[in-house]
């Protein structure tokens, strides 16, 4: 069975500076779970960039392997899109942003993703400072390969299995503040009041903006003892489908800046998110560190622009490159005549 969205629209929805409506940063219908947490992002990444009027065909997007990188799908059909190899999307982006400088560079990708398999490429990116926005929609689960643990998983933390985690888990936000990001926020995919403002700012940094954003897994974010698990649904429905998925209610949540939410996730556990306060300094990269291993250490999940420098050199300006997309250079810039490649050439001697 196939689905298609209808192409009527009301004629009185509301536009931006463009002209353009909502409807028109939309993609493809979700295939995710209901309740995925990585529909909110994409919704908020869809909002973000209408607000922004930014024009859909200025927009790049690149994914790698997993439930997150399925969701460039979903938001901004009308931009260029890339999906690569498994935790491979920042070589791409870095690739296709030094040939073409012009563009909006949206690099969506999971803790699988940029934790485990994608680890070196993630902490490559990162130093070398590529100006990209790149979203880590964090589940600490594989959700493709049925709910094991990832690498971002908390210690202690049980599978759907019932079985704990043995394993200290990565923390990327701590990372890419020690390698030296540019500009590093966390956030939780049902916050939209924090997360489309900390996108916004992420899109006209110029430098590598990472956003980590905490998503629950409506599928394998459950237990042995969830009445939603797996396990009790088998043993209680006399005929169901092998791969029955439970609809599931998205977790939102909405708290003021300061202050310390509890959000209770699909199986029941709760989670402890903590939003920066006015008095944070958010250009202190080191006061940034200290913060979120003391809030880490009390069981909370610190939230919010957490460090962003005042200026910086993204990788153009290190390299030195030409100010034009490659393709729009000419024959004359792009073959200077043999007397410059003798000069070349003689400076290598």
């Given at each position: 069975m196939s689905y298609s969205k209808p192409k009527f629209r009301h004629p009185d929805l509301p536009t931006n500076e463009l002209?353009?409506?909502?409807?028109d940063y939309e993609g493809a219908i979700s295939t995710l779970c209901a309740g995925c947490g990585h529909d909110s992002i994409s919704a908020s990444i869809?909002?973000?960039c209408f607000e922004m009027s930014i024009q859909p065909h200025r927009v790049a997007k690149l994914s790698g392997i997993g439930c997150s990188s399925k969701s460039p799908a979903y938001f901004l059909g009308k931009s260029h899109g890339f999906n690569s190899v498994h935790g491979r999307m920042p070589s791409v982006a870095t690739g296709a942003n030094l040939a073409n400088r012009d563009l909006i560079y949206i690099g969506i990708s999971g803790d699988g993703d940029s934790a485990s398999i994608g680890l070196?490429?993630?902490?490559?990116?990162?130093?070398?400072?590529?100006?990209?926005?790149?979203?880590?929609?964090?589940?600490?689960?594989?959700?493709l390969t049925k709910g094991q643990d990832s690498a971002t998983a908390d210690l202690g933390s049980a599978t759907k299995k019932g079985?704990?985690?043995?394993?200290?888990?990565?923390?990327?936000?701590s990372l890419a503040l020690q390698i030296g990001a540019t500009f590093v926020a966390r956030s939780f995919s049902g916050d939209k009041r924090q997360l489309e403002p900390l996108i916004k700012a992420a899109i006209t940094h110029k430098g590598f903006a990472l956003i980590d954003v905490i998503s629950p897994c409506v599928t394998f974010n459950n237990s042995v003892a969830s009445t939603k698990g797996y396990q009790y649904v088998r043993e209680h429905m006399s005929h169901m489908a092998v791969d029955f998925v439970p609809m599931r209610e998205e977790i939102c949540t909405s708290y003021q800046a300061g202050t310390t939410q509890q959000v209770c996730m699909h199986d029941g556990s709760a989670v402890h998110l903590h939003?920066?306060?006015?008095d944070f300094d958010i250009h202190d990269r080191h006061a940034a560190m200290e913060a979120v291993y003391h809030h880490k250490q009390a069981g909370e999940i610190l939230t919010g622009l957490l460090y962003m420098a005042h200026d910086s050199d993204d990788l153009h300006e290190v390299l030195g490159t030409v100010s034009k997309p490659l393709n729009a250079l000419t024959e004359n810039?792009?073959?200077?005549?043999?007397?410059?490649?003798d000069s070349i050439n003689e400076g290598l001697r």
């Open positions: 002209g353009l409506t909502k409807s869809l909002n973000a070196g490429q993630f902490m490559h990116v990162v130093r070398r400072n590529l100006n990209m926005l790149y979203v880590v929609e964090n589940n600490g689960c594989y959700g079985i704990a985690n043995p394993y200290e888990p990565m923390d990327l936000v939003k920066t306060g006015a810039e792009l073959c200077p005549g043999s007397r410059f490649l």
